[in-house]
């Protein structure tokens, strides 16, 4: 491993552990809670949690195409239609995730009518404002390495 990229997969690793986190405690307690409370809290929430699980596919699968990215770098693939590929993984699943999360809004919008509680309208908002933003970064990388590989290519014809 390099020592270039050990800083990028300890970010890609500290990513994860929160999502693992929230996944196995937050968010069944988060279902218990609700379910003990009452039938609209219950009602609301449910299919926030169901969405937030959902959209954890998708962020996994993204984190280890970003694994894969960096060891395509460590080994000097780095400028290859492998990265590109992993780059259009990571896209697809931004925009997944993004999808999940704007089906999950009119429910986020619901319970922050019902609780008095406009704040957690703008939680969902985030989530659906930094995925569109990885998507985006990614589409940006993808278009900009496939163009290099491209004009090397090209380049290496010329010879």
């Given at each position: 491993?390099?020592?270039?990229?050990?800083?990028?997969?300890?970010?890609?690793?500290?990513?994860?552990v929160?999502?693992?986190?929230?996944?196995?405690?937050?968010?069944?307690?988060?279902?218990?809670?609700?379910?003990?409370?009452?039938?609209?809290?219950?009602?609301?929430?449910?299919?926030?949690?169901?969405?937030?699980?959902?959209?954890?596919?998708?962020?996994?699968?993204?984190?280890?195409?970003?694994?894969?990215?960096?060891?395509?770098i460590?080994?000097?693939?780095?400028?290859?239609?492998?990265?590109?590929?992993?780059?259009?993984?990571?896209?697809?699943?931004?925009?997944?995730?993004?999808a999940?999360?704007?089906?999950?809004?009119?429910?986020?919008?619901w319970?922050?009518?019902r609780?008095?509680?406009?704040?957690f309208?703008?939680?969902?908002?985030?989530?659906?404002?930094?995925?569109?933003?990885?998507?985006?970064?990614?589409?940006?990388?993808?278009?900009?390495?496939?163009?290099?590989?491209?004009?090397?290519?090209?380049?290496?014809?010329?010879?």
């Amino acid at each position: 491993m390099k020592r270039e990229t050990v800083f990028l997969r300890l970010a890609v690793f500290v990513l994860a552990v929160p999502i693992v986190a929230a996944c196995l405690l937050l968010l069944p307690y988060i279902w218990r809670e609700a379910v003990e409370s009452g039938s609209w809290i219950e009602d609301s929430i449910r299919p926030i949690v169901i969405g937030m699980y959902v959209s954890a596919i998708p962020f996994f699968i993204a984190l280890f195409q970003a694994f894969m990215l960096l060891r395509l770098i460590d080994r000097d693939e780095g400028f290859s239609y492998r990265a590109v590929q992993s780059l259009r993984t990571i896209k697809y699943c931004a925009l997944a995730i993004t999808a999940v999360y704007i089906g999950t809004l009119p429910f986020f919008y619901w319970f922050a009518e019902r609780d008095d509680a406009p704040g957690f309208l703008l939680i969902g908002l985030v989530f659906v404002f930094a995925a569109s933003v990885v998507a985006v970064f990614a589409e940006l990388l993808q278009k900009l390495l496939k163009r290099a590989i491209d004009m090397k290519q090209e380049n290496d014809l010329t010879v």
